[in-house]
């Protein structure tokens, strides 16, 4: 059970995401409502998910 409580420990910083190249969920939903306030492309793109690492 230890390691589920460190994992989801971990899961709560976004430097832990962004190390593996992903952006934190916080990050996701700040970019889903920014999107849908009206400046929507046309198509999603790898940077919306993912980050250069």
């Given at each position: 059970?230890?390691?589920?409580?460190?994992?989801?420990?971990?899961?709560?910083?976004?430097?832990?995401?962004?190390?593996?190249?992903?952006?934190?969920?916080?990050?996701?939903?700040?970019?889903?409502?920014?999107?849908?306030i009206?400046?929507?492309?046309?198509?999603?793109?790898?940077?919306?998910?993912?980050?250069?690492?």
């Amino acid at each position: 059970m230890g390691h589920l409580r460190e994992l989801s420990e971990l899961q709560r910083h976004p430097h832990e995401w962004h190390r593996r190249g992903m952006r934190h969920p916080d990050e996701i939903d700040a970019l889903v409502h920014h999107r849908t306030i009206g400046d929507v492309p046309q198509e999603p793109s790898y940077g919306d998910f993912f980050r250069a690492v």
